[in-house]
């Protein structure tokens, strides 16, 4: 069975780090590109990226670059997304999401992570 | 960069039909995709490609697109199909990677 599982909810302070994880199983890790997800309290989602496990190449939504980093540790089959400096409009869900292939539908998704950033 | 518009919100009787469209010029080139997402959960694809359903989802889903705008039809709405849908493009006019995602139609069912 193909999961993606993510680590659990996050409270920060603003200015603090942060990087939370998504952990694929049931399928070839290295096969597929994973991308993250962002949804805001009551929005939509927006694409911020992706990375393909085999070479850690990745592209950025232009809207989060420089504002995040996508990573990929493929020994542990785990994609991440971190943050230097959070800021209390990074206070959202996190979903992780995998394409059928690189310009494919997302057919799995992992559960979310939800980031709250407050003083 | 291009963007893909939806209606915010529409609503069905139980068991009639609704449809829900997608707009943008990235639609004229590269297929929909449709997601559903129930209240707290995380979204789910109901509908991709040309008009494809992956394994587990009914047959009252069904799509379609015609120049710039996608569509995503439900024929005899259920309770259980009250969600927010989400349509998803490429736009290539940053890179082929890049994924446009509409703003979400909320669907009721009365």
């Known amino acids: 069975e193909v999961q993606l599982v993510q680590s659990g909810a996050e409270m920060r302070k603003p200015g603090e780090s942060l990087k939370i994880s998504c952990k694929g199983s049931?399928?070839?890790?290295?096969?597929?590109?994973i991308a993250w997800v962002r949804q805001m309290p009551g929005k939509g989602l927006e694409w911020m990226g992706i990375?393909?496990?085999?070479?850690?190449?990745?592209r950025y939504n232009p809207s989060f670059q420089g504002q995040v980093t996508i990573s990929v540790d493929r020994s542990i089959s785990t994609a991440y997304l971190q943050w230097s400096s959070l800021k209390a409009s990074d206070t959202a869900t996190y979903y992780c999401?995998?394409?059928?292939?690189?310009?494919?539908?997302?057919?799995?998704w992992g559960q979310g992570t939800l980031v709250a950033v407050s003083s | 960069s291009s963007e893909v518009t939806q209606g915010p919100a529409v609503s069905v009787e139980l068991g009639q039909t609704v449809t829900i469209t997608c707009q943008g010029d990235?639609?004229?080139?590269?297929?929909a995709s449709w997601y559903q997402q129930r209240p707290g959960q995380a979204p789910t694809l109901v509908i991709y490609?040309?008009?494809n359903r992956p394994s587990g989802i009914p047959d009252r889903f069904s799509g379609s697109t015609s120049g710039t705008t996608a569509s995503l039809t439900i024929i005899g709405a259920q309770a259980e199909d009250e969600a927010d849908y989400y349509c998803?493009?490429?736009?290539?006019?940053?890179?082929?990677?890049?994924?446009?995602f509409g703003g979400g139609t909320k669907v009721t069912v009365l």
């Open positions: 049931g399928f070839t890790f290295a096969s597929y590109w």
């Open positions: 990235s639609l004229r080139t590269h297929l």
């Open positions: 490609g040309k008009n």
């Open positions: 999401a995998r394409p059928s292939h690189s310009t494919g539908p997302f057919d799995y």
């Open positions: 998803a493009s490429r736009d290539s006019s940053v890179n082929h990677l890049h994924v446009l």
């Open positions: 990375i393909y496990p085999v070479d850690s190449d990745t």
